[in-house]
């Protein structure tokens, strides 16, 4: 062949070449690096947590907020950073304030008395890994520990007031209940000694979500003027908040501002509060990639939000984050009691739970706590169907296998027209090969006469294409769904996948755990991946070959590429992709067979990978 001396031959490889390249390097760094990222800082997070045991800790800020409407004479407290604390594990931080316990069948913890704070929270019914014996996940924990993360409630001061409020130092005294549960809420109580008694009842559901209503009783002559904050506060940056598909960090909906997204690394990048003014309905908080801890104010009453971060002040301090919201003054008669009511939701990010609760507290947007991602009117409606589907099979492998087959038929009419078309232009291959010898030193009349040729049997070339940009969000959605979900995590297949949501933890290179090898990352290629190139392989020699043998080969050698590439993604995208290839090879191999254009997949690879095939 003469191909190597044909420009528009070279042209062709050129694109080829860097068309996979740009495939190879966009997946791997927007879609299949997360994966190993998150594994890896796992890791290193755990290790810091017990080096920092060791080590100082940073102080924490105090509250920075300030009115809605701040009146001329009202100036939002600012509390001074606390000293480096002396080490202290979580445990040994726990011990050192007076506590009231949390027990529901969702978490565990306790409520520092000192402070009033929500500062100690595991919950239950998940485990760090697929190991049952594995510690449960910790959500929340108490300043002067590692990595300080808690929810409080307060009152700010009116500026050139001097009324004293509880402030972190606080100790509450418990008026009502032994332990908070789903069915006793605790009722915390604290006197100012000059006449004003502040009182905090927190209850909570079976579930995630805390009601937290704060009241003031003035006994004095004159009214009192207060305004009502509450804030979520983090000490330490998460290792695992490294994605480009996946938000963490500060988010929330404020009111018709609509959805907020500041990641860790652009908080403290900005080192300017980010702030809304008047805001009605919405809330706030942080969250990780399965957990949140989010404020949910009064619905109807304006107040304003703020996202903030602050740098450490010593050299072994670290990052600190913050999101709050502070409410319009309100004011207390003489010999009255006013109080304001809020909400906190701590826990893992169940998608029909937070739906449930955005409809029942009326919340704005709550739903949008979990990233669906670009694609949310694909992602979410493609959850719920696979919830519904789940709630029979009860295996979400199997559920991944029927939604496959639920995809492919609703794209069966335009699958279908792709394959057709597909199947006509590979049965035109011999008059094409023909016309390209025959104008071998003309590519111009080359392209004319080819074109020409499918007008003729009335083929449009890129009509194939259509249905494979038509597919693409929906891969993508349920890319996000099997990412961001915590219904994924930990979940099992069969036999080798306890962890749908994680790799297949198989490999090739030690042959699949014969050998006592642990390969590195790039070679670590399970079972599911290899299935899944190899389907990919034989689809694509289904398709009409490149007009040009090296370009023919760049399309050969791309299955394996995938093969790698797809070997950190999660195990049921893989599976999924797998059984859509098996899926599509099925009706692909019928319509080219009914249009007379059947393949031997033997003399493709002979033709491909043979001696001449770069000739």
């Not at 996202?307 to 009255?336: E, F």
């Not at 706590?369 to 694609?375: A, L």
């Amino acid at each position: 062949m003469n191909s190597q001396n044909d420009p528009q031959d070279h042209k062709n490889l050129l694109f080829a070449i860097i068309l996979s390249l740009a495939v190879l390097v966009g997946w791997q760094y927007f879609f299949a690096a997360p994966k190993l990222r998150e594994e890896q800082a796992r890791k290193e997070y755990s290790k810091e947590l017990e080096a920092q045991r060791n080590g100082d800790q940073k102080g924490l800020p105090g509250v920075t907020t300030a009115p809605v409407t701040p009146p001329a004479a009202a100036n939002a407290p600012t509390a001074d950073t606390q000293p480096a604390l002396a080490p202290m594990s979580r445990d040994e931080a726990l011990k050192g304030t007076p506590r009231l316990a949390i027990k529901t069948p969702s978490l565990e913890g306790s409520i520092a008395l000192q402070g009033g704070r929500i500062d100690d929270l595991v919950l239950v019914k998940y485990r760090e890994t697929v190991d049952p014996n594995s510690a449960m996940v910790t959500l929340l924990s108490p300043a002067g520990g590692p990595n300080p993360y808690f929810a409080e409630y307060g009152w700010v001061a009116q500026s050139g007031s001097t009324v004293k409020v509880p402030d972190r130092d606080t100790v509450w005294a418990i008026e009502k209940g032994d332990a908070l549960t789903p069915e006793a809420p605790v009722t915390l109580t604290w006197d100012n000694g000059e006449g004003l008694v502040f009182r905090r009842t927190i209850s909570v559901d079976k579930d995630y979500m805390f009601k937290v209503v704060d009241e003031v009783e003035n006994k004095t002559t004159a009214e009192v003027a207060l305004l009502p904050y509450a804030r979520v506060h983090r000490v330490g940056t998460p290792k695992s908040a490294a994605f480009y598909i996946l938000h963490e960090g500060l988010i929330g909906v404020s009111g018709e501002e609509g959805l907020q997204e500041v990641t860790y690394a652009n908080a403290v990048k900005e080192d300017i509060p980010k702030k809304i003014e008047n805001v009605t309905g919405g809330w706030l908080g942080i969250t990780d990639k399965y957990w949140a801890a989010t404020l949910i104010p009064d619905q109807k009453e304006p107040y304003r939000a703020t996202y903030s971060a602050t740098k450490p002040t010593t050299p072994n301090g670290l990052d600190a984050y913050q999101v709050d919201y502070l409410r319009g003054a309100v004011t207390i008669p003489p010999n009255a009691r006013k109080g304001i009511e809020g909400h906190l939701y701590a826990g893992a990010k169940q998608a029909t739970l937070i739906d449930t609760y955005e409809t029942s507290l009326g919340i704005l947007n709550f739903d949008r706590m979990i990233d669906w991602g670009w694609f949310y009117f694909i992602t979410k409606p493609l959850f719920h169907l696979m919830e519904i589907i789940n709630g029979i099979v009860h295996n979400f492998g199997v559920t991944i296998l029927i939604l496959t087959v639920l995809v492919k038929a609703a794209f069966y009419p335009l699958a279908n027209k792709q394959y057709t078309s597909m199947a006509r232009m590979k049965r035109l291959q011999p008059e094409v090969a023909r016309i390209k010898e025959l104008y071998k030193d003309d590519p111009q009349r080359q392209q004319k006469e080819t074109f020409e040729l499918y007008r003729k049997e009335k083929i449009n070339p890129l009509a194939g294409c259509w249905p494979i940009f038509l597919q693409i969000p929906v891969f993508f959605a349920l890319y996000k769904v099997l990412f961001v979900t915590i219904d994924m995590r930990h979940a099992p297949f069969f036999g080798w996948i306890k962890d749908l949501s994680a790799p297949d933890p198989t490999s090739l290179f030690n042959l699949f755990g014969l050998l006592s090898y642990a390969p590195p990352d790039f070679l670590h290629i399970g079972v599911w991946p290899l299935i899944m190139g190899v389907t990919m392989w034989v689809q694509m020699q289904l398709n009409p070959p490149q007009p040009d043998p090296i370009q023919q080969q760049v399309f050969a050698w791309m299955p394996v590429m995938f093969t790698f590439l797809l070997a950190s993604f999660p195990a049921g995208l893989v599976i999924y992709w797998a059984w859509s290839n098996f899926l599509s090879i099925i009706q692909q191999w019928r319509i080219n067979k009914k249009n007379g254009a059947e393949i031997h997949l033997m003399s493709n690879v002979k033709r491909t990978f043979g001696p001449d095939s770069g000739s």
